[in-house]
């Protein structure tokens, strides 16, 4: 709302030492933000519970009240020359029919005009607020509009059919072309103001081009009246069109200014020479509300603020913003005036006394704590605890959008009709909810891998959607080398480095897991992708995912052709497992270990499970461990056939093992291994 | 003893003390040792042998100088070996200016390290740390909060719709928007627990706003609510002052302004002084002097009748910050799409 200071300085007597500075700065200490000051125009952004200072009165009122002098309410204003002879009565030559409650109040006035331009202070005080001027008799309505915050519409009488004014709603598919040349196709849910035979206005958004007034009318009727906020609201949504008018009646106008308006604009008419009142002011006001009344308690003032404001501040700051206040013994009784419609309760009260008071004034204190705190959330630790984890070995958090491409996500989801697609997308790269962390953590590698930037290695932790609802997991992306150094040759990461992060989280979280090969990750190179499995008391669940990604797919995300991604994703609801803090601890061996090593040939495609399931089977409880540490095929192994090297751990807790009896485990296991798989030691 | 032959000896005496200062490397010392030394060309070699042509009664006399000057070099020699061999660049020395192996290591992105460092101080004030959905239902976003439907707020926070609501597994209510607030998890809290109530809920929120260098659709805030008996406005104050003070790691004056926001009343929002130019005013700070780093107030007394609060008992305060814009002045970035690229040569100038 713009508002020049020398209009505020006619409705207010601010001190002449303020300049224009100064009184921004003031009406910024109490609530309205400056957004610029232009010469003597300030830009002031007015709150959505302030329509009444969408108004230079109502900006003027906050100014005299931050500066304690004397402003709208209590200045003694002689009533506009009009005004004193001005009957208000039922009686008009345009009768005026409310059909709909939507429409509270509807006051009218006839006035013969000559329509021309405005006097050019008019004109300009017009310009200076952004509006532009048309002609005296719409200047007016306008210049109406900006002072009081009532907005207000001329017709032009000899084009009314009837004469006749009638609110009600608008017939389905009924149509007019609004002042701004645009052709409006009405529902049954819009008010508007119709004549005897069509809709001339849509109420409180804008008039009709039909009825507009123009270089050859000569008598209008001039229309003040107040609607529903919530149907103006409505209506100008759903017909896109936002105007002065419709922001004022939308977030509440002053139901009792409906004739005080238009008494000033006819006033204002005849001040400059546009015309003069005709006949009886028409006012339908079908159910007249009393004025709220609040009682104000000391006690809760003071327990609310936490400060102690005078009596005579509190009574001076609500008397000078229009609320007529009854002293009654330490509290008060306050009316409110029509034009709050924000202040219903208490609470408004004590606001108003605490924003004119100033909140800078109330002393700084502490709040007590009564009761013992809480621990965090436990998801809240747990996200804590894996980006520490996850940070420590060697991957870089990453912040993505919750919401991606449709496409970036399609591959990922269980199916299309699991994806949360969002009713009003800013745009098609935000249009999904992420059903997995990858498509984000795939995007920002990419991005990163088109900078040159070769060696990525990212996580993330978060929701993910599906309508299932929302779970929370974490993801990881792994590409390019293992290790830089000028000592040897780069490796690059493999389905191997996916695979240790997974199990670093299970191991952090004490939870035991085991790989499987998966088959219905669509997005993983077939053959290169694992499921991660929990026993659970006998019940087993999925809890994860990694695997090697798809070549189309990486390209299709920008790429270059021949990168290696590998990737994994964890849910996280699957690990509340372990608080690391109460994992209790196994004693330490007390004797020694004996180490066998065992080189085997297996068949290719019998997987390394498989040979320690049998070894445990077939091995006494003195084996503790089974550990891989060479896998070879080539030179001297038949092609279908791999050379597996395994180390055995065997230990006894109680005593030293002897040769004898670590030998025939050793030999027991052989020959288990020969009759389940049919594997023959190496060398042999 | 004549002068001649003695005054030979303490000649050669001299010439190795300058011979031996002279020398810088083991090579040196054993050419050294060498011409002075040597069973056949030494020096004192030689003095030895001339010995036996000096007069028999002088012979014994020199013969113990020689001898006394032949132990001086040797023990001289020795010492010098022994020094050089101290400060020798050993066999199989590393070049350790040549760059080290690092160990892998990542970074918190700068948005959770902001986070983070919000949320620790609060939990040190007592605050206990709440989680909540991402996708929320109209009443814990908008009713419970004092926006009913077309109330005039709901366009300050221009909210993301779901195509087709999602069941939400711990209450009746379906989820059918992207939470614009992190409020919610406050009525949450308080449905499910009575005061007093001390809690921050920091996550992930979303607004139909364009992705520019200002504006983002989804950013980060941190929400803390306070409910008890006698909970004031100043209690609002000292408690952000201290947060202000701990956050930015200096006395920092600060500054509220009344605003307006429906679930709270007083509402206010909190300024601190620029950092970037101490309240002179700059760019950063449109040349105010001021930055705004939250929004904060009085919760009114319409959502703790929402979640069953006695209101005339009970008086609270509530505040929320967006993480991003507390990020954008702790690191200097002027541009908010930095936090969500992901590049690795920004991310990577981030603190470990
Ligand atoms: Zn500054």
Not at chain 1, 406 to 411: D, K, M, T
Not at chain 2, 67 to 91: G, H, W
Request: hydrophobic letters at 45%; aromatic letters at 6%; glycine letters at 8%.
């Amino acid at each position: 709302m713009k508002a020049p200071v020398s209009w505020m300085r006619e409705l207010a007597d601010l001190p002449a030492s303020a300049g224009v500075n100064d009184i921004a700065a003031a009406v910024a200490g109490v609530g309205f933000e400056v957004a610029g000051i232009e010469g003597d125009v300030i830009d002031f952004e007015i709150t959505a519970n302030r329509p009444d200072c969408l108004s230079v009165r109502g900006l003027a009122r906050e100014a005299a009240t931050a500066f304690a002098v004397q402003g709208p309410e209590s200045r003694v204003q002689g009533l506009p020359a009009v005004a004193r002879g001005a009957k208000v009565g039922p009686e008009s030559e345009v009768p005026v029919t409310i059909e709909s409650e939507l429409c509270g109040r509807y006051a009218l006035a006839l006035a013969d005009v000559t329509v021309g331009p405005s006097p050019a202070w008019l004109a300009d005080r017009l310009t200076a607020c952004g509006i532009r001027p048309i002609n005296n008799v719409v200047d007016v309505t306008n210049y109406m509009l900006l002072e009081m915050g009532q907005p207000m519409h001329a017709f032009d009488v000899a084009r009314l059919a009837g004469p006749e004014i009638r609110v009600r709603m608008a017939r389905a598919g009924e149509t007019l072309t609004t002042l701004d040349r645009q052709a409006r196709t009405l529902d049954a849910s819009m008010l508007v103001i119709a004549d005897g035979a069509r809709a001339v206005a849509i109420a409180g958004v804008m008039g009709g081009a039909a009825s507009e007034v123009s270089a050859a009318t000569t008598r209008i009727a001039l229309e003040s009246a107040w609607f529903q906020p919530a149907t103006v609201r409505a209506t100008s949504k759903r017909l896109g069109l936002k105007t002065e008018a419709a922001a004022r009646f939308e977030r509440g106008a002053d139901l009792e200014a409906a004739t005080a308006g238009l008494v000033c604009a006819l006033d204002l008419l005849e001040r400059i020479g546009a015309g003069h009142r005709v006949g009886r002011i028409t006012d339908r006001f079908p159910s007249p509300g009393a004025a709220r009344t609040i009682t104000l308690l000391r006690a809760h003032l003071d327990r609310l603020l936490g400060d102690q404001v005078p009596d005579a501040d509190v009574m001076r700051i609500l008397t000078s913003l229009g609320f007529v206040v009854t002293p009654a013994h330490t509290d008060w009784h306050v009316r409110v005036p029509s034009w709050r419609v924000d202040v219903a309760r208490e609470a408004d009260l004590i606001e108003e006394v605490g924003r004119h008071w100033g909140v800078n004034r109330v002393p700084a204190t502490f709040p007590a704590l009564r009761t013992a705190p809480h621990r965090a959330d436990a998801g809240v630790l747990r996200a804590r605890r894996i980006r520490r984890l996850l940070c420590g070995a060697g991957l870089q958090e990453a912040v993505t959008f919750t919401f991606i491409e449709h496409v970036a996500a399609e591959p990922f989801a269980g199916g299309p009709a699991s994806l949360v697609t969002i009713a009003n997308p800013l745009s098609e790269k935000f249009a999904v909810l992420r059903p997995s962390m990858l498509p984000g953590l795939l995007d920002a590698l990419s991005y990163n891998r088109r900078r040159d930037i070769a060696d990525v290695r990212l996580f993330e932790a978060g929701s993910v959607f599906s309508m299932q609802g929302e779970r929370q997991r974490v993801g990881w992306v792994l590409s390019g080398s293992r290790l830089v150094h000028w000592s040897q040759p780069a490796a690059e990461v493999d389905l191997f480095d996916a695979l240790g992060v997974a199990e670093l989280l299970a191991d952090a979280f004490g939870v035991t897991c085991r790989f499987e090969p998966a088959a219905d990750a669509p997005w993983c190179v077939p053959g290169r992708v694992a499921s991660l499995f929990v026993d659970d008391g006998g019940a087993s669940r999925r809890v994860g995912i990694v695997g090697q990604l798809l070549p189309s797919l990486t390209s299709a995300r920008g790429l270059p052709a021949g990168v290696t991604v590998v990737a994994g994703e964890l849910d996280l609801h699957e690990l509340h497992g372990t608080d690391a803090a109460l994992q209790r601890v196994t004693p330490l061996p007390r004797h020694p270990s004996v180490q066998r090593d065992l080189s085997i040939l297996i068949d290719a495609g019998l997987p390394a499970a498989a040979v320690r399931g049998t070894i445990r089977a077939s091995a006494p409880a003195t084996l503790v461990d089974v550990r891989e540490f060479d896998r070879y095929h080539g030179t001297g192994v038949p092609t279908d056939q791999v050379s597996l090297s395994l180390r055995l751990t065997f230990r006894d807790r109680d005593r030293t093992l002897t040769d004898v009896e670590v030998q025939q485990a050793v030999e027991a296991i052989i020959e288990a291994l020969a009759r389940t798989h049919g594997t023959t030691l190496r060398g042999n | 003893m004549t002068p001649m032959a003695a005054s030979s000896i303490e000649d050669l005496s001299r010439q190795f003390r300058a011979a031996l200062d002279a020398a810088s490397s083991p090579a040196d010392l054993k050419a050294l040792r060498d011409d002075f030394l040597s069973r056949k060309q030494g020096r004192v070699t030689a003095l030895v042998k001339s010995i036996a042509t000096a007069p028999p009664e002088e012979r014994r006399a020199l013969g113990s100088m020689a001898n006394a000057l032949k132990q001086e070099i040797e023990q001289a020699l020795d010492a010098r070996d022994a020094a050089m061999l101290a400060t020798a660049r050993p066999k199989d020395t590393v070049d350790v200016s040549l760059p080290a192996r690092r160990p892998w290591v990542g970074r918190r992105h700068p948005l959770t390290q902001v986070r983070e460092r919000v949320e620790d101080i609060f939990m040190a004030m007592g605050y206990q740390v709440v989680a909540g959905p991402e996708i929320e239902d109209d009443w814990h976003n908008f009713e419970a909060l004092n926006m009913p439907a077309a109330h005039p707020a709901r366009d300050m926070q221009d909210t993301l719709y779901l195509s087709s609501p999602v069941p939400a597994p711990d209450n009746a209510r379906a989820a059918t928007l992207l939470r614009t607030h992190t409020s919610g998890m406050q009525i949450r809290h308080m449905e499910a627990h009575d005061p007093p109530v001390r809690i921050i809920a920091p996550g992930r929120v979303y607004r139909r706003d364009n992705f520019d260098a200002t504006h983002t659709p989804m950013f980060t805030q941190v929400e803390g609510l306070v409910v008890d008996e006698n909970i004031s406005l100043g209690d609002l104050k000292g408690t952000l002052n201290a947060f202000a003070e701990e956050f930015f790691d200096a006395k920092v004056a600060t500054r509220f302004r009344p605003s307006f926001f429906p679930y709270t009343e007083p509402s206010a929002e909190l300024d601190v002084e620029c950092q970037g130019c101490s309240g002179r005013g700059c760019g950063l700070c449109k040349h105010t002097g001021w930055i705004e780093i939250l929004g904060c107030g009085m919760v009114h007394p319409a959502v703790f009748e929402a979640v069953g609060y006695d209101a005339n008992r009970y008086t609270g305060f509530a505040f929320g910050m967006g993480i991003e814009r507390l990020a954008l002045r702790l690191y200097g970035v002027d541009d908010i799409r930095m936090f969500y690229e992901n590049d690795l040569r920004f991310l990577e100038q981030i603190a470990l």
